[in-house]
Structures are given as structure tokens and as C-alpha cells.
T-cell receptor
Framework: GNSVTQMEGPVTLSEEAFLTINCTYTATGYPSLFWYVQYPGEGLQLLLKATKADDKGSNKGFEATYRKETTSFHLEKGSVQVSDSAVYFC??????FGKGTKLTVNP | DVKVTQSSRYLVKRTGEKVFLECVQDMDHENMFWYRQDPGLGLRLIYFSYDVKMKEKGDIPEGYSVSREKKERFSLILESASTNQTSMYLCASRAGGQPQHFGDGTRLSIL
């Protein structure tokens, strides 16, 4: 079946720290993969996507690479800001999502 | 930009009431979805629709129904609300296999 498993938080970092949030998937075939971000009181917004193996999605300093060999789509950012504090969801076009990872960045 | 609008941000209802949650999208998307979001459980798919008057059960359809009479509108119905349906409800739409666009959510409390 199709599923997505992501690292559960919460994750607390200091400003300018390096961020990794792990996401692995199981799927039939190679569905598109997405990272969404949810700020307090809002719905989910698309952060980045990758539509095929070896694709790298990037946006606002965040990156994720669709790795077929490890069935992973880990989210990374080299230097986080306080404004990145939010909940991050990994998901696939097969309508499955991870449970979300809450990130708090302290000044 | 796609806009998905949910009719209420906050709603308080009583046990046993019939509750309607409305969602409208403005991009002519074929596909629309209803999720509930609960702490520690992430997003769970309740129902979805691929076209007008069509509906498919998601992972947790019990206690819910939906209506899609027009392409832009997808309604979630709680037939007889219960306290375990207190949750955040999120509506989404998309075209084909593209990413979903989400509304801001309705926080529903059942007393």
C-alpha cells in the first residue's frame, strides 16, 4: 500500500541551526512527493515538490531530494529562522500524509 | 492563485445536531477532499470527490456524509454530531495529480 512516515517532533532549534526532518515512503510506482507547511491558525501550504526520482524540490531555502534507493524525501534547510516555526507535513499524490513535525526556532 | 474557502473558522454545536461544513474553490478543480486533523494523528481523509455528484470514502467516513452538487462546492455533513467529532476540519482541492490546495480550516467543537 501507500504510506508516508515522517519524523515526529517536536523539534526545537536555535536560529541559524541546520534542519533535517526525515520522511520515508512506501508506494506502488513513484508518485509525486510534497512537503507542506502549516503556520498557526492556517491550513497547509505547499512548500516544495518533486515529481520523479532524483528530482530536487526547493523553496525559501528548504530542499528535499526524491531518493528512490532509500525511499526517502528528507526536508533540509541550512540556516533556520524564527519565522520557520510551523508544522511540516510530508505527503504524496496518493493522498497520504505523515503525522506532521512541529518545528520551533528560538532567537 | 487558487483559493479554497471554508465557510466558518470556528463552530460550536451540540451533540445530536446535524452539522454542515461548506467549502468552495475557485479554480475549476475536479478533485475535492475533506480531512480532519487531530494532535498526534496528523491528517486523516474522510471523503473525496472526483467530479460533481461523485463521492468516495476515505479512511474514516463513519459518521460523515458529503454532497457535491456543483463543481466548486463540496460539503461535509455530520449526520448526528458526537463529541468525538470535535476536531479541525480541512478542505482541499486539486487538479489531477498536482499538489492539493487547502482552506484555512474549521475548528469544530461538539458540546
Amino acid at each position: 500500500g501507500n504510506s508516508v512516515t515522517q519524523m515526529e517532533g517536536p523539534v526545537t532549534l536555535s536560529e541559524e541551526a541546520f534542519l533535517t526532518i526525515n520522511c520515508t515512503y512506501t508506494a506502488t510506482g513513484y508518485p509525486s512527493l510534497f512537503w507542506y507547511v502549516q503556520y498557526p491558525g492556517e491550513g497547509l501550504q505547499l512548500l516544495l515538490k518533486a515529481t520523479k526520482a532524483d528530482d530536487k524540490g526547493s523553496n525559501k531555502g528548504f530542499e528535499a531530494t526524491y531518493r528512490k534507493e532509500t525511499t526517502s524525501f528528507h526536508l533540509e534547510k541550512g540556516s533556520v529562522q524564527v519565522s520557520d516555526s510551523a508544522v511540516y507535513f510530508c505527503g504524496s499524490e496518493k493522498l497520504v500524509f505523515g503525522k506532521g513535525t512541529k518545528l520551533t526556532v528560538n532567537p | 492563485d487558487v483559493k479554497v474557502t471554508q465557510s466558518s473558522r470556528y463552530l460550536v454545536k451540540r451533540t445530536g445536531e446535524k452539522v454542515f461544513l461548506e467549502c468552495v474553490q475557485d479554480m475549476d478543480h475536479e478533485n475535492m477532499f475533506w480531512y480532519r486533523q487531530d494532535p498526534g494523528l496528523g491528517l486523516r481523509l474522510i471523503y473525496f470527490s472526483y467530479d460533481v455528484k461523485m463521492k468516495e470514502k476515505g479512511d474514516i467516513p463513519e459518521g460523515y456524509s458529503v454532497s457535491r452538487e456543483k463543481k466548486e462546492r463540496f460539503s461535509l455533513i455530520l449526520e448526528s454530531a458526537s463529541t468525538n467529532q470535535t476536531s479541525m476540519y480541512l478542505c482541499a482541492s486539486r487538479a489531477g495529480g498536482q499538489p492539493q490546495h487547502f482552506g484555512d480550516g474549521t475548528r469544530l467543537s461538539i458540546l
